[in-house]
């Protein structure tokens, strides 16, 4: 890891409003729309007495993990290859490799703070309590993130333009909202498309949080999916991924 | 002293072979230049110089170092700047100069290396608000921001307009002029007529000649040009018998040969004789560019 690249690499990031308005500013105020509605204020029955607003604060985490891994990364990766910025990065004593784990931490660290941001605004604003397993809730932020940017690797490896990229990763993007409940939150969903949703990787991650936020350390079964899709995406994009 | 030396380079992608047995060496403190046809072998062969690719066969040395095993010593004493490649569209000079210069021990000082490429009034604005012209310097800025020994410039002018190509000339010489060793590839012949020391012409992934531009011209077959318009037709038979004759072509009836300062005594016989009055009669020196046609049209 070169700190320099690292530092330009975030500079850039700060630099495109798209990306940092759908990864930090757009989960917050999914939130802090959906909690205007009464409503979703109130203690719902059909889901053990949480409120609306209460399920959405996980989803809203994902929301910008999904964000920064499938769609903002990948698109910026392939564009390196594209314009042979990595090719160029090739001729210097810094290998290519640091340009590619720069956006990587730079992705991880965004959705990382837009997670803070929306942790923030249900607790200062819906009174959302904080996640009464810390431990467990970090472990389980961890895992997602990893496997999004694993998802977001495999992404740029398989997608040799830009154009192909940004398809490819809205074509991932909208089934991995949906499994992080973003339509029906997982605690609403039908018990066997929960657990069919929990096979997948953002499915498993909004169930380990959903554990952590109750109190509970989140179930393994759920962190394993995690971890082992993030080993089978990051061994594919390591097979499949061009530098040039 | 040289600081570059390709021995017997070979080169295929999928079964077509690009560069065949290519072999010179570079010189320390001077302009060579790689000078070929499109898809020759030029781009290839310099990405094996700079590491980039890994030969097939033959054997590669910069500074005595191996470019593949020894990427990132090789990447301290050869700056490049590449045929195709950009930057980051929102990265500004300043900081794509300093992020260069900090990938290196001992890297030159970025600030008058600004000032010398003419981008200093150019230091907060982004890579995609440059134009052509400051593209390239920027680049050819970032090749030298590591104090290499060696530049190696690809297709450097190839877009720029004449006054920007002239311009860019001059820094090449100036870079030179410094005591870095320039190993430049063009297709265009004036560019290595003017700045190249000794040139290695390649075609068809060979090198068809090796020599300096003067030295590829007189040893070209066509090393003089006369052109003329007769007064009366000529006998075609009797112009293809002159001595040391490279080609004949008429056009618009002007008449041009190719040949040599034999051929210019001989063609002033054979119209004398004839009475025939050679009207606004020039005998010229081959440019490099026929030199090239000649020798790359030999070797196919």
């Given at each position: 890891m070169n700190t320099a690249v690292l530092?330009?690499?975030?500079?850039?990031?700060?630099?495109?409003?798209?990306?940092?308005?759908?990864?930090?500013?757009?989960?917050?105020?999914?939130?802090?729309?959906?909690?205007?509605?009464?409503?979703?204020?109130?203690?719902?029955?059909?889901?053990?007495?949480?409120?609306?607003i209460d399920t959405y604060v996980p989803v809203a985490v994902l929301v910008g993990m999904i964000v920064a891994g499938v769609q903002s990364m990948p698109t910026g990766l392939t564009g390196y290859r594209e314009q042979g910025i990595l090719r160029r990065m090739s001729t210097t004593p810094v290998r290519p490799s640091a340009l590619l784990s720069a956006q990587m931490l730079v992705h991880a660290l965004a959705a990382a703070l837009s997670a803070l941001l929306a942790l923030a605004v249900g607790r200062l604003a819906y009174d959302v309590p904080l996640p009464r397993q810390p431990y467990g809730y970090l472990l389980a932020l961890v895992l997602a993130v990893l496997v999004a940017l694993a998802l977001g690797s495999v992404i740029a490896a398989v997608s040799r333009t830009v154009k192909i990229a940004g398809a490819v990763g809205t074509a991932v993007f909208f089934p991995m909202l949906f499994c992080a409940g973003v339509?029906?939150?997982?605690?609403?969903?039908?018990?066997?498309?929960?657990?069919?949703?929990?096979?997948?990787?953002?499915?498993?991650?909004?169930?380990?949080?959903?554990?952590?936020?109750?109190?509970?350390?989140?179930?393994?079964?759920?962190?394993?999916?995690?971890?082992?899709?993030?080993?089978?995406?990051?061994?594919?994009?390591?097979?499949?991924?061009?530098?040039? | 002293m040289s600081v570059i030396?390709?021995?017997?380079?070979?080169?295929?992608?999928?079964?077509?072979?690009?560069?065949?047995?290519?072999?010179?060496?570079?010189?320390?403190?001077?302009?060579?230049?790689?000078?070929?046809?499109?898809?020759?072998?030029?781009?290839?062969?310099?990405?094996?110089?700079?590491?980039?690719?890994?030969?097939?066969?033959?054997?590669?040395?910069?500074?005595?170092?191996d470019p593949v095993a020894e990427h990132?010593?090789?990447?301290?004493?050869?700056?490049?700047?590449?045929?195709?490649?950009?930057?980051?569209?929102?990265l500004t000079v300043r900081e794509a100069l300093q992020l260069y210069a900090s990938?290196?021990?001992?890297?030159?000082?970025?600030?008058?290396?600004?000032?010398?490429?003419?981008?200093?009034?150019?230091?907060?604005?982004?890579?995609?608000?440059?134009?052509?012209?400051?593209?390239?310097?920027?680049?050819?800025?970032?090749?030298?921001?590591?104090?290499?020994?060696?530049?190696?410039?690809?297709?450097?002018?190839?877009?720029?307009?004449?006054?920007?190509?002239?311009?860019?000339?001059?820094?090449?010489?100036?870079?030179?002029?410094?005591?870095?060793?320039v190993l430049l590839v063009t297709h265009f012949m004036e560019e290595a007529q003017r700045l190249c020391d000794r040139i290695a012409v390649i075609d068809k992934g060979r090198v068809a000649a090796l020599d300096t531009p003067a030295g590829l011209i007189r040893r070209s077959a066509g090393a003089t040009v006369i052109t003329f318009t007769p007064s009366a037709p000529l006998d075609e038979g009797e112009l293809s018998a002159l001595p040391a004759l490279a080609s004949v072509r008429h056009r618009d009836g002007r008449v041009t040969l190719a040949g040599s300062d034999e051929t210019v005594n001989a063609v002033i016989t054979l119209l004398a004789r004839h009475r025939i009055t050679a009207h606004q009669l020039r005998v010229s020196d081959a440019t490099l560019d026929d030199a090239f046609l000649d020798l790359t049209e030999t070797t196919s």
């Open positions: 530092r330009t690499e975030a500079r850039l990031l700060a630099r495109e409003p798209g990306s940092l308005f759908w990864i930090l500013v757009f989960p917050p105020l999914l939130l802090a729309i959906l909690g205007a509605v009464p409503a979703f204020r109130e203690p719902q029955d059909g889901l053990d007495g949480l409120r609306v339509w029906l939150p997982v605690q609403a969903m039908p018990d066997v498309l929960a657990d069919v949703v929990g096979l997948t990787p953002f499915g498993a991650a909004a169930q380990a949080l959903n554990e952590a936020t109750a109190g509970d350390w989140p179930g393994w079964t759920h962190l394993g999916v995690m971890a082992g899709w993030t080993v089978v995406l990051s061994v594919a994009a390591a097979r499949w991924f061009r530098w040039e | 030396e390709v021995t017997d380079l070979r080169k295929s992608y999928g079964g077509r072979s690009v560069v065949d047995g290519v072999s010179f060496t570079v010189d320390e403190g001077e302009i060579f230049g790689i000078l070929g046809p499109n898809g020759a072998g030029k781009t290839t062969t310099v990405e094996c110089v700079e590491g980039l690719r890994v030969p097939d066969a033959g054997r590669v040395r910069v500074t005595g170092l990132d010593k090789v990447a301290h004493v050869l700056g490049a700047q590449l045929q195709e490649g950009r930057l980051q569209e929102k990938f290196h021990p001992h890297p030159a000082d970025w600030r008058p290396l600004a000032e010398r490429l003419g981008l200093a009034d150019r230091l907060d604005a982004r890579f995609g608000k440059l134009s052509g012209g400051q593209k390239q310097r920027l680049f050819i800025a970032l090749a030298l921001v590591g104090n290499p020994r060696i530049v190696v410039l690809d297709e450097l002018t190839t877009g720029l307009d004449p006054r920007a190509r002239r311009d860019t000339w001059q820094l090449i010489e100036e870079v030179r002029d410094s005591g870095v060793t």
